[in-house]
Structure formats: C-alpha cells, structure tokens
C-alpha cells in the first residue's frame, strides 16, 4: 500500500507495517497521522531492519510473519 496513493476513506482501520529502511516511511508517518486526525483507528508499526517491502517475503523474515500476525489482530479486534 502506498500511502501517499490514499484517501483517508479508503479503509476504515487502517494498520501499516515499515522497515525503518523504508523509502515511504515519512508518508507512512504523515497518513497514519492524518488519519487518527481525522478520526481513524489507524496505526504504524516500525520495524527495525526492514527493508521496503518487506511484509510479503515470510519466507525471509521472521519479522514479516510477526506482522502479518499482528495485522491479522489488529483487524480482529476492529471487524464484525
């Protein structure tokens, strides 16, 4: 997801995950905050190390696993 690409609209929890190596942690930062401004349940988690990108490679990263699981949470708690 490319926050700089959303509407505050668009999703209604939002949780994003970065590396603090990401080239799109500032507009992450900058949407999240945006969001809660407006209202939103929404939420970043920086991980340490993480390059951009890098909750799809599970195969790679024990951090990717441990962030799809605390997305998968996060959603939980929120949705019917």
Do not use: C
């Not at 209604?12 to 809660?36: F, I, N, Q, T």
């Not at 988690?45 to 990263?61: A, Q, T």
């Amino acid at each position: 997801m490319q926050p700089q690409m959303l509407e505050d609209t668009e999703a209604k929890a939002p949780w994003l995950a970065v590396g603090d190596d990401e080239v799109l942690l500032d507009d992450s930062r900058r949407y999240v905050e945006r969001a809660v401004g407006a209202g939103v349940d929404a939420a970043l988690d920086v991980w340490m190390g993480m390059p951009h990108g890098f909750v799809k490679d599970v195969r790679e990263f024990d951090a990717a696993r441990q962030a799809l699981r605390a997305i998968g949470a996060f959603l939980a708690e929120r949705l019917p």
